[in-house]
């Protein structure tokens, strides 16, 4: 069955980096579009970045220019490096797949920008 696996995630100072990470299972990574969207606090979920197999990648504005999403095929894992990173980035972040016209989520990871 299609897995998705978030790690990375933790508490960070304004101006801080953190690589996320999302191990996949299941299904076949290499030809799949894989993305990352977030959920902060009483917010609803947000899309935030999208590789696809060819490497394009795509991105909110928001991210543009501080989030980069990556792909090891090898390793059946998508990341994503964030840096400078606020207070309003704090969420919980999802990875996902859509495969075989189904949507997979992953369980999240927290990650918390605060001084």
């Known amino acids: 069955q299609v897995q998705l696996v978030e790690s990375g995630g933790g508490l960070v100072q304004p101006g801080g980096s953190l690589r996320l990470s999302c191990a996949a299972s299941g299904f076949t990574f290499s030809s799949s579009a894989m993305s990352w969207a977030r959920q902060a606090p009483g917010k609803g979920l947000e899309w935030v970045s999208g590789?696809?197999?060819?490497?394009?990648?795509y991105y909110a504005d928001s991210m543009k220019g501080r989030f980069t999403i990556s792909r090891d095929n090898a390793k059946n894992t998508v990341y994503l490096q964030m840096t400078s990173l606020q207070p309003e980035d704090t969420a919980v972040y999802y990875c996902?797949?859509?495969?075989?016209?189904?949507?997979?989520w992953g369980q999240g990871t927290q990650v918390t920008v605060s001084s």
């Open positions: 996902h797949t859509i495969y075989r016209l189904f949507n997979y």
């Open positions: 590789i696809y197999s060819d490497g394009s990648t």
